[in-house]
C-alpha cells in the first residue's frame, strides 16, 4: 500500500478551510487505498494517523514547526509521497524525493510584517522555479508569478508539472435543508462565517450590515467563528470587532454563535437569507463561499485573490460596496441562490476535486 505523508502547520482541530481541505484530502486519498499520516505542530489534539511535533520554546510558530520536522525526520522519509500544505515547509522536507507543494492561496499577503511578507513570496518563488509539483487553489497565486491560467483550466496540469485544484464540496451534503436553527425574533438571517482575523474581514461584515439593516431593520446577522487560541497577536482583533458592533449599535442584531461543528454547516447556511464572506487578502477558493452557494443561500463576497474564481455576487471591499450589494442580493436572494448552487455545483464537485488528486498523486508516483 502506498504511503502519503502530510506536512501541515495545523490539521486538528478542524478550525478552518485548510483544515478541511486535508480532511477532504485523507477521505479521498484513503478510499484510492493509500495509507497516510499527517505532520502537524502539537495542538493538544490526537487521532489515528496524525503525529504531533513538539513546540519548541521561544521560537515563532512556523519556524519552531519546520526545524520539529527535520529533527524527526526518520518519521517521514520513507513515505512515498508527502504532500506539503505550504510551501515554506519544502525547505524542512527536502531531502525526500517525491514533493507536492500545497497552494492554500497567496498567505503571503495575510502578513503586516514587510519582511515576513517578503520571505513567503520567495519561497513560492522558489517552488515554482524549481519546478516542483504544485497543486494551486486558485488563479490569483500563479498569475501573481507570470504563469498563464484561467478558470478553463480547472482540474487538470498547466505548464508541465503544475496543477490547477480549487476547492470543493459535496454538494449532496451541502445543500438546502430543513434547519432548527432560527432567529427566535422570525428576523431574516444574514450569516458570515469567517475564523476571526483580519484578513477574513468581519468587521467589514458588521459595518456593511448596519448600513444595510438601515432599510432592511428586520434582519440579524450570525458571525460564526472565533480566533485561533495560539495566535495572541490576533486576540486584539476579537476585541475590535465586538467593540465595533457596540460603536454601531447593533448589538441586539449581530450574534457571535462561536466556531460550530461541520457536520452543523449545512443547517446553519440553510437558515439564512445571505451569506457573507467579507475578505480583505489571503483568501483562495473559499470553501465557506462554496458551501454557503451548495446551500442554496446568496452569496456576496469581496473579490480579492481567489474569490475571483468563485461565482459570487461582487463587491469593492469596503462596507459602502458590500452593504449595496446586500441589498441587490436580498431582493432576489431564491433565484441568485438557486443559480449560484447550479454554478458551483456544475464545477466545483467532490468528484472533479477527487479525480484530480488521483491523478496528480499517481503521476508523482510514476
Known amino acids: 500500500m502506498p504511503t502519503i505523508a502530510h506536512v501541515a502547520y495545523r490539521y486538528l482541530p478542524l478550525v478552518g478551510g485548510i483544515e478541511t481541505y486535508i480532511e477532504n484530502l485523507r477521505r479521498v486519498l484513503d478510499q484510492a487505498g493509500y495509507s497516510q499520516t499527517v505532520f502537524q505542530t502539537d495542538t493538544g489534539a490526537s487521532a489515528d494517523g496524525v503525529v504531533c511535533l513538539p513546540r519548541i520554546p521561544h521560537l515563532p510558530n512556523q519556524v519552531s514547526f519546520s526545524l520539529s520536522l527535520r529533527r524527526n525526520r526518520s518519521l517521514w522519509i520513507d513515505a512515498d509521497v508527502m504532500l ?3 510551501p515554506e515547509y519544502l525547505l524542512a522536507v527536502r531531502k525526500h524525493p517525491r514533493k507536492i507543494a500545497i497552494m492554500h ?21 522558489w ?10 487553489n486558485d488563479t490569483f497565486v500563479p498569475r501573481s508569478f507570470g504563469l498563464a491560467v484561467g478558470p478553463d483550466q480547472f482540474f487538470r496540469a498547466f505548464q508541465g508539472s503544475f496543477w490547477m485544484i480549487p476547492n470543493c464540496v459535496d454538494c449532496d ?67 475590535y470587532l465586538k467593540e465595533t458592533v457596540t460603536r454601531l ?23 439564512a437569507t445571505l451569506s457573507l464572506v467579507p475578505s480583505r487578502r489571503n483568501e483562495a477558493t473559499s470553501l465557506v463561499a462554496l458551501e454557503s452557494m451548495a446551500c442554496s443561500v446568496a452569496t456576496v463576497s469581496t473579490a480579492v485573490e481567489g474569490l475571483a474564481d468563485l461565482p459570487t455576487l461582487k463587491a469593492d471591499t469596503n462596507a459602502e460596496a458590500i452593504a449595496s450589494a446586500m441589498a441587490e442580493a436580498f431582493e432576489d436572494a431564491e433565484r441568485i441562490g438557486r443559480r449560484q448552487r447550479e454554478a458551483v455545483c456544475r464545477t466545483f464537485t467532490l468528484f472533479n476535486w477527487a479525480e484530480a488528486w488521483k491523478k496528480l498523486v499517481a503521476s508523482v508516483l510514476a
Open 249 to 271: 449599535g447593533v448589538g441586539d442584531s449581530v450574534l457571535f454563535l462561536g466556531r460550530q461543528p461541520y457536520d452543523k454547516m449545512p443547517q446553519i447556511l440553510s437558515a
Open 105 to 125: 492561496g497567496a498567505t503571503w499577503t495575510a502578513e503586516d510584517s514587510r519582511l515576513r511578507r517578503e520571505v513567503r513570496r520567495r519561497v513560492f518563488s
Open 84 to 86: 506539503v500544505h505550504s
Open 127 to 136: 517552488a515554482i522555479r524549481h519546478r516542483f509539483p504544485i497543486a494551486f
Open 173 to 239: 451534503f451541502f445543500r438546502k435543508q430543513p434547519t432548527p436553527y432560527r432567529d427566535e425574533k422570525g428576523r431574516s438571517v444574514i450569516v458570515c462565517a469567517r475564523n476571526f482575523t483580519y484578513s477574513k474581514g468581519a468587521d467589514l461584515a458588521v459595518e456593511a450590515f448596519a448600513l444595510f439593516r438601515l432599510r432592511h431593520p428586520d434582519t440579524v446577522l450570525w458571525l460564526v467563528g472565533d480566533s485561533f487560541d495560539d495566535h495572541s497577536r490576533e486576540a486584539w482583533y476579537k476585541r
